[in-house]
């Protein structure tokens, strides 16, 4: 069994990060609505923070100066305020900036390239632009007109407008979604899923690649890789049982596919102050929820 969340003792600044739920119309296709402001006491130039893998794609938009992402080792390249992050399959290295302020689109597998304008398997283990689009730049010069406490009301309703009012994709993903859904919670195996969509194993691989961005077998290595980070990260349990409790071969297996999406081994990683990791998980101790 796996032991309850251990308590860190923290040696750099933590982010303030909030989430909420979408408005209801949204709920099918968005996860939640967050926000996350970087600690005045933060300074450029420590350590960079890990962003892990968890198969969802974001929208973000920084009303803030934007942070810096690592392109290359040792190469940082200051982001857009405008951003489309697509599903990734190993850490986002990022540099916060003092006086960030960033407000994030988290959507449910399956969703989000379409009302973006761009393919899902293009965005795969990138961060795009979304600045040229017209509905992006007035999303973040209104988000950041707006006063702090109406940002993320703000962006729900913007957001419930253009997925709304734009058009259909041309093929429906809300059976696609549904089963992406349940291989990211690990309540089904790929083959279980593909038969509920009544699609053969290639026509299930093509749509997940074209609405996902990755295949089935590799979305639910994604999810299963980020419950055992987090059980990793949260609790005291020992490496063995965290592998076993989430479904890996064996140790090895654990280690190598950990080190392969974390950048580090789960040692290194239960080790390592991270903490936009901790604030995305949801649940860090200076979390809040509105």
């Not at 969509?197 to 299963?224: M, T």
Request: contains cysteine.
């Amino acid at each position: 069994m796996i032991a309850g969340r251990r308590a860190f003792t923290r040696v750099a600044p933590m982010p303030l990060y909030r989430e909420t739920t979408p408005p209801a119309p949204l709920r099918p296709f968005v996860r939640c609505l967050w926000e996350l402001v970087a600690d005045p006491a933060e300074r450029c130039g420590g350590p960079l923070e890990r962003v892990l893998p968890d198969g969802c794609m974001e929208w973000m938009f920084h009303v803030g100066t934007p942070f810096r992402i690592e392109r290359a080792p040792g190469v940082l390249e200051r982001q857009e305020h405008a951003l489309v992050g697509g599903v990734t399959t190993r850490a986002l290295l990022l540099e916060p900036t003092p006086d960030a302020w960033v407000l994030g689109v988290r959507f449910e597998p399956g969703h989000g390239w379409a009302h973006a304008g761009l393919a899902a398997r293009e965005l795969v283990d990138h961060v795009a632009s979304a600045d040229h689009d017209p509905w992006f730049a007035e999303v973040t010069e209104r988000l950041h007109d707006a006063s702090p406490d109406e940002r993320v009301e703000q962006l729900g309703a913007l957001l419930l407008a253009r997925l709304t009012s734009a058009p259909r994709p041309r093929r429906p993903a809300r059976d696609l979604g549904r089963a992406a859904g349940l291989l990211v919670e690990g309540c089904a195996t790929v083959d279980q899923v593909a038969h509920a969509c009544g699609l053969s194993p290639r026509q299930h691989q093509r749509r997940f690649l074209d609405e996902v961005g990755v295949g089935p077998k590799h979305l639910s290595r994604i999810a299963r890789f980020a419950r055992a980070a987090e059980l990793v990260a949260w609790t005291d349990a020992a490496l063995t049982a965290v592998a076993h409790a989430t479904g890996y071969a064996d140790q090895s297996h654990f280690a190598r596919e950990f080190r392969q999406m974390a950048g580090l081994t789960p040692r290194q990683y239960r080790a390592e102050t991270h903490g936009l990791a901790d604030a995305f998980a949801g649940s860090a101790p200076t979390s809040h929820s509105f």
